[in-house]
C-alpha cells in the first residue's frame, strides 16, 4: 500500500473497511490511519471512520473490530460504518454511542458484536472526549514526560462501562475528556495488534507494544505506524495473516476555523438535513 495524505473538507465523512495506509488532516487534527485485513483480503471486521463538522469545529474518529474477522464479516463491518455515518450528527458524544449500539442490536441476532473505540475532538477547547465499548484501551504519548501510557478511559465513579457495541445493557456508555497538548500522540488499535506473536511464540500484549514505542522516534508522526509494523514485522509475513489489524494515530494540529467556514456553517447543515429528509422519504 502506498501511503496517500489528503485534506478534509467540512461535512467531509471517510472511511471503510479496506487496506489503507492514509494520512488526513482536519481543521484541528493530524490523523494517520493504517489497515489491512485478515489474510491479504479486500475488506474485513475493522472499520475506521473520521469525519469534520460543518464548521470544521469537531473531528469525529472511530476504530472498530467487528467479532470475526475478514471477508466473511465485511458486511458487518459496512452495517458499522452506515450506522456512524447515519448518526454522526449527534451533538451530544455519549448519545451518538448509544444510538449507533442500538441499531446495531440488530446485528448481534446474528451472532455479530464490535468492539470500538469513538473518539470527538473539539477545536475551541482542545478537548478529546473518548468512549470505550469493550475496545483495547488506546496509548497516549505525553511530550511532556516523553513517555507512552495507557489513556485510562474509566468514569469518575470508576464504572467503565465500557460494554461492546450490540450487547444489550441497562446503562449508557460514559465518556471521558482531556485535553490534548502540543506533541501529545494517541495511538488507537485493535486487538490483531496486541495478539501478533513475538519470536519466542508468545503474544506482544500491552506491555510488549510499549516497549517498542519506547523505541521509536515520536516527533515524526508520520513514520511512526510505518516503522512500527516494519519491526514487528519486517518482511510482511504476519501482518494481516491471523486477524485483521488497524492502527489509528493522531495529533492536535494548529489549524484555525476560517471565516468562509463559520459563514457557511450553517448552511451546510441545513442542506445535509435536506438530503437525509428527501432520503428517507
Known amino acids: ?68 474477522h475478514g471477508e466473511a ?41 464490535a468492539t470500538a473505540v469513538i473518539g470527538t475532538y473539539f477545536l475551541p477547547s482542545k478537548t478529546l472526549s473518548l468512549i470505550n465499548a469493550g475496545h483495547p484501551s488506546p496509548l497516549i504519548y505525553h511530550e511532556s514526560s516523553g513517555k507512552w501510557s495507557s489513556q485510562d478511559l474509566s468514569s469518575a465513579s470508576g464504572d467503565s462501562r465500557n460494554f461492546p457495541l450490540g450487547i444489550q445493557a441497562d446503562q449508557n456508555y460514559s ?50 505506524i510505518t516503522q512500527l509494523v516494519q519491526l514487528l514485522d519486517p518482511h510482511d509475513r504476519l501482518i494481516g495473516s491471523n486477524d485483521d489489524l488497524s492502527i489509528v494515530l493522531f495529533r492536535r494540529n494548529h489549524q484555525r476555523v476560517s471565516m468562509v467556514d463559520n459563514v457557511l456553517a450553517p448552511v451546510r447543515a441545513a442542506k445535509h438535513l435536506l438530503q437525509r429528509f428527501h432520503s428517507s422519504e
Not at 8 to 21: I, K, L, R, S
Not at 90 to 97: D, G, K, T
Not at 184 to 208: H, I, N, Q, W, Y
Open 1 to 68: 500500500m502506498t501511503k496517500q495524505s489528503r485534506k478534509m473538507e467540512c461535512m467531509e465523512v471517510w472511511g471503510g473497511n479496506q487496506p489503507v495506509d492514509r494520512e488526513l488532516t482536519t481543521t484541528g487534527l493530524d490523523i494517520w490511519v493504517y489497515s489491512k485485513p485478515y489474510a491479504a483480503a479486500s475488506s474485513g471486521g475493522d472499520v475506521y471512520y473520521v469525519s469534520s463538522c460543518s464548521s470544521g469545529r469537531i473531528t469525529r474518529l472511530l476504530l472498530a473490530d467487528v467479532s470475526g
Open 73 to 113: 464479516v465485511s458486511d458487518r463491518a459496512e452495517v458499522l460504518r452506515q450506522l456512524m455515518r447515519r448518526h454522526i450528527n449527534h451533538i451530544n458524544h455519549a448519545s451518538l454511542v448509544d444510538a449507533i449500539n442500538n441499531d446495531f442490536e440488530a446485528e448481534s441476532k446474528r451472532g455479530a458484536f
Open 175 to 224: 465518556s471521558t475528556k482531556s485535553k490534548l497538548k502540543t506533541g501529545d500522540l494517541v495511538l488507537c488499535f485493535t486487538d490483531g495488534l496486541l495478539e501478533m506473536e513475538r519470536p519466542d511464540g508468545s503474544m506482544l500484549g500491552k506491555a510488549g507494544l510499549l516497549e517498542i514505542l519506547a523505541k521509536l522516534d515520536p516527533s515524526n508522526p508520520s513514520r511512526l
